[in-house]
């Protein structure tokens, strides 16, 4: 049967592909180039904005005098509840949301006197210079009538309520079997409850807004956020433009952990005020208002009750969660997912519970529901190891999930046993003391501890464009953005090999929505969808230039079969005769072509196996390889040293070893797991954002404050990839690793505090008290 002609470039794993690249945009970066949201200051007559939030989590703003702050200086604006002109459209219902590609939230501050959260916007001021503009904030006289607000899901006047949906997507309560019945008749019942605290991205570049009305009904934003087509529809939608009226800029990133995948209030304010004041405004948030700004990842306590045999497999989860959400949206992290996936066990029940108190909505926050729920599962496994005496290692093996057990699916892929047995190499497992509390070095208590990582390929799918020069260099474009973890690299890297140049001659041009748009980089799933657009759009270029080779009288390859073609390297060549063949330079300028161009869309579930087909795809086809359930997999080992009269946990050694489709690079890659480990090290011992329980406000809103990882307390780390093939996932076979790097390190970490010191601490972070 003739199959569809197939054009492939040089092997995306024989060239720059797959090499540890250092950053492309390194010097950039260094060199202070590289240019953010916030440094967009030659724009002309740009001002300064700055919030001025509410101190009170709850009631009415009664009155703002802003009488002293107008008589500064160089103020311009002072925008209030009674003069902030109405948005065209707030995303009030979960039916209208559907309008929004990216609002969090369906309260908008300063629609009216309304005040929900303590750090809500009252006023905007705008001046001339950044400290005219904080010197008038500081001068507002803000009376709020206080009410008495709700702090938390714990608080008394808290009311908990299951919801319909989680997010929208997953029900209040699901089950598979008759998890409550199989546990109750199980030979071994373990219950835990484990609490969370709530944390906070804190991300490197604080929130930040440039607005520049190029025209009255033409915006250019020069945003801090992880999706810029997303910020442009959401940002049209509540501004009433039309989605090309706005344009929206970002070309770099200082991390963003999820919190940048939302337009929050302050991106929406700061082209209003640009508006009012006529000129470009630039609005930053502080430290401080970086904790009520952005969203968090909320505080919760999940139950788990795990039923096993004697013998140690698995008969029953029955996992419940109660968190703290807004006064507004049902959103909770999906924690139940990750519990329902990870091994074989025949029945499973899941609860959500919330309750509503005075805060933002809460959000997306690296491995959102797969970093907390992993800590719930791989201690009680733990738990359930030490009971029977069983390693750690086996009863994961023993329990291992042959295929997805939520859905009786295979999976595209699955190296997790080559994980834990290169894991437990590296890290010398075979030398664990099976007994707890008993090693030693000095006065310190030793424990190792180990868990498993796992994070879901999202869909997700995105346009890029390729333009080939004659004279040997490359254009690529994707509107997608780079956190900082490394796009601008890897893309760069799979162009060259699919274009067969030197990296160096290739321009990859990301972080604008004048590109071709392509989906947000969250879920983990940029790499692998701006890859393969990329990859499909040279392919697409390849078969432009073969067609006019073939049909050029001067070429060697002049009426060859299209599908007797290949490209080496960017030379064009007969497959059974590659002597046979030209560099594509001079094909292009015999038919004085001076650049060709190609683009495509790189879409979930469609393999890199047939990437033609996959171009050449119905776009609305359902997902082609939707019997395969698509993961990623790894292990995470710990080693820590306890000190038993301080109480306090330092981390001595880490290893981790991942399994997730092909990694374009190995040191960027590295990167983002020690960056995911250090991030879920924080969890595990340091970071907690503390709210007052009587005013429903941040105690320690500020770096200072609020205690993150330094390099004091991380180790050298072992980073090991599997060398794993997936022909489903996308067109480069990409799983992606952004937030499976956090999967498991905080149950790695409780697991090794509990084999030092005997004490199963299930409540983060694990603070010196907890441990005395
Ligand atoms: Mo990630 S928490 O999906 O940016």
Same mark, same amino acid.
């Given at each position: 049967m003739e199959t569809e002609p197939q054009f492939f470039a040089t092997n995306p794993t024989q060239g720059v592909v797959g090499q540890p690249l250092s950053r492309v945009d390194g010097w950039a970066k260094v060199t202070g180039q590289a240019k953010y949201s916030a440094e967009y200051n030659q724009l002309p007559g740009l001002v300064h904005a700055v919030l001025r939030t509410s101190d009170v989590a709850k009631g009415r703003v009664t009155g703002i005098d802003t009488s002293a702050a107008q008589q500064l200086p160089g103020v311009l604006a002072i925008l209030t509840h009674q003069n902030l002109p109405k948005l065209a459209k707030t995303p009030n219902s979960p039916d209208d949301r559907k309008a929004f590609a990216?609002?969090?939230?369906?309260?908008?501050?300063?629609?009216?006197?309304?005040?929900? #959260?303590?750090?809500?916007? &009252?006023? &905007?001021? &705008?001046?001339?210079?950044?400290?005219?503009?904080q010197h008038a904030a500081a001068l507002l006289k803000v009376s709020i009538a206080p009410e008495v607000p709700v702090a938390s899901y714990q608080a008394p006047n808290a009311q908990l309520y299951i919801p319909k949906t989680v997010r929208g997507y997953q029900p209040g309560v699901s089950k598979r079997g008759e998890a409550q019945a199989a546990f109750a008749s199980a030979p071994v019942q373990l219950t835990a409850t484990y609490t969370h605290a709530t944390t906070h991205h804190n991300p490197m570049e604080p929130g930040a807004t440039t607005a520049h009305w190029e025209a009255p009904d033409r915006l250019t934003v020069y945003d801090t956020t992880q999706g810029v087509s997303?910020?442009?529809?959401?940002? @049209?939608?509540?501004?009433?433009?039309?989605?090309?009226?706005?344009?929206?800029?970002? /070309?770099?990133?200082?991390?963003?952990?999820?919190? /940048? @995948?939302?337009?929050?209030?302050?991106?929406?304010?700061?082209?209003?005020?640009?508006?009012?004041?006529g000129r470009p405004v630039k609005l930053v948030l502080t430290r401080q208002q970086q904790f009520t700004g952005m969203g968090h990842r909320e505080e919760q306590e999940q139950t788990l009750?795990? +039923?096993?045999?004697?013998?140690?497999?698995?008969?029953?989860?029955?996992?419940?969660?109660?968190?703290?959400?807004?006064p507004w949206e049902d959103w909770a992290e999906t924690n139940s997912r990750i519990v329902n996936m990870l091994y074989a066990c025949p029945t499973f029940e899941s609860t959500y519970r919330m309750g509503r108190a005075n805060v933002m909505t809460p959000t997306s926050t690296r491995a959102p529901g797969d970093m907390p729920g992993s800590f719930a599962i791989e201690s009680s496994l733990d738990d359930l190891a030490y009971q029977l005496?069983?390693?750690?290692?086996?009863?994961?093996?023993?329990?291992?999930?042959?295929?997805?057990p939520t859905t009786g699916h295979p999976w595209s892929s699955k190296s997790l046993r080559e994980c834990y047995q290169r894991g437990a190499e590296l890290f010398g497992w075979s030398q664990r003391n099976p007994k707890n509390g008993q090693t030693r070095d000095g006065k310190h208590l030793v424990g190792w501890g180990m868990a498993t990582a796992s994070y879901p390929v999202h869909s997700s799918q995105g346009n890029a464009r390729v333009r080939l020069y004659a004279d040997g260099h490359a254009v690529v474009q994707a509107g997608a953005t780079d956190l900082g973890t490394g796009t601008y690299t890897v893309i760069t890297q799979v162009a060259a090999d699919a274009l067969g140049l030197l990296p160096e001659h290739i321009r990859f041009e990301l972080g604008d929505t004048v590109l071709p748009s392509t989906q947000w980089s969250g879920g983990s799933t940029a790499a692998g969808r701006v890859s393969s657009s990329v990859y499909l759009a040279a392919q697409e270029v390849w078969q432009k230039l073969i067609k006019v080779a073939v049909g050029d009288k001067k070429s060697p390859l002049y009426q060859a079969k299209p599908a007797d073609v290949v490209v080496e390297r960017g030379r064009l060549q007969l497959k059974a005769n590659p002597a046979k063949g030209e560099a594509y330079g001079?094909?292009? /300028?015999?038919?004085?072509?001076?650049?060709?161009?190609?683009?495509?869309?790189g879409r979930y579930g469609a393999g890199y196996e047939a990437p033609q087909a996959t171009a050449n795809a119905n776009m609305n086809k359902k997902e082609e390889a939707a019997p395969h359930s698509m993961h990623a997999f790894g292990t995470h080992f710990c080693e820590v040293h306890v000190d038993p009269e301080l109480g306090t946990v330092r981390v001595t050694r880490w290893v981790s070893v991942m399994a997730a489709g092909r990694i374009l690079n190995p040191k960027t890659a590295r990167s983002q797991v020690i960056g995911g480990s250090i991030?879920?090290?924080?969890?595990?011992?340091?970071?907690?954002?503390?709210?007052?329980?009587?005013?429903?406000? #941040?105690?320690?809103a500020s770096l200072a404050d609020y205690h993150v990882p330094v390099n004091a307390d991380i180790p050298a780390m072992t980073v090991e990839f599997i060398d794993e093939h997936d022909p489903?996932?996308?067109?480069? +076979?990409?799983?992606?690793?952004?937030?499976?790097?956090?999967?498991?390190?905080?149950?790695?970490?409780?697991?090794?505090?509990?084999?030092?010191?005997?004490?199963?601490?299930?409540?983060?972070?694990?603070?010196?008290a907890k441990v005395l």
């Open positions: 990216s609002s969090p939230m369906s309260f908008f501050p300063m629609e009216s006197d309304q005040i929900f #959260y303590a750090g809500q916007p &009252v006023a &905007v001021v &705008v001046a001339d210079t950044l400290e005219h503009a997303e910020t442009q529809r959401t940002l @049209a939608a509540m501004l009433g433009l039309a989605t090309e009226q706005v344009r929206v800029v970002t /070309k770099f990133l200082g991390g963003g952990f999820g919190c /940048k @995948a939302w337009v929050w209030p302050h991106v929406v304010l700061a082209p209003l005020a640009a508006k009012a004041v009750r795990l +039923g096993a045999t004697k013998e140690g497999k698995l008969l029953a989860l029955v996992h419940e969660k109660t968190s703290t959400t807004s005496g069983i390693d750690p290692i086996q009863i994961r093996l023993l329990n291992y999930a042959e295929h997805d001079e094909v292009m /300028k015999r038919a004085s072509m001076s650049d060709l161009e190609g683009s495509a869309l991030f879920g090290i924080g969890a595990a011992l340091m970071e907690q954002t503390v709210r007052d329980p009587h005013l429903a406000r #941040y105690t320690n489903y996932v996308n067109a480069m +076979g990409v799983k992606g690793i952004g937030e499976i790097s956090i999967v498991g390190v905080t149950a790695a970490v409780a697991n090794a505090v509990f084999h030092a010191t005997g004490r199963r601490l299930r409540s983060l972070p694990i603070t010196p």
